[in-house]
């Protein structure tokens, strides 16, 4: 995971807790099972097209969140209040 990186992509264990096999979720979503191997391994959240995303969702019958895990960055301790975002 890259210093930076505070939004963890959980493809792989959600597919592991849902026994779900790189080929069924190719085949229901419509991307060949080399494409789902790589979403599969990385760590960080990839570009997907939402109609991607969609039909993840779907396949696995989970909820987008269950997909990305939010991790503070350790090296910053200032919390951002409204107040500096306006």
Request: with cysteine.
């Amino acid at each position: 995971m890259s210093e930076n990186q505070v939004i963890r992509w959980k493809l792989n264990e959600v597919m592991a807790r849902k026994r779900v096999r790189n080929k069924d979720l190719a085949m229901i979503v419509g991307i060949t099972e080399n494409s789902i191997y790589r979403l599969r391994k990385v760590d960080e959240m990839p570009r997907l097209a939402p109609e991607r995303l969609n039909g993840i969702c779907k396949a696995l019958n989970c909820q987008p969140g269950e997909l990305l895990e939010y991790l503070p960055d350790e090296g910053e301790g200032n919390v951002v209040s409204q107040a500096d975002i306006v």
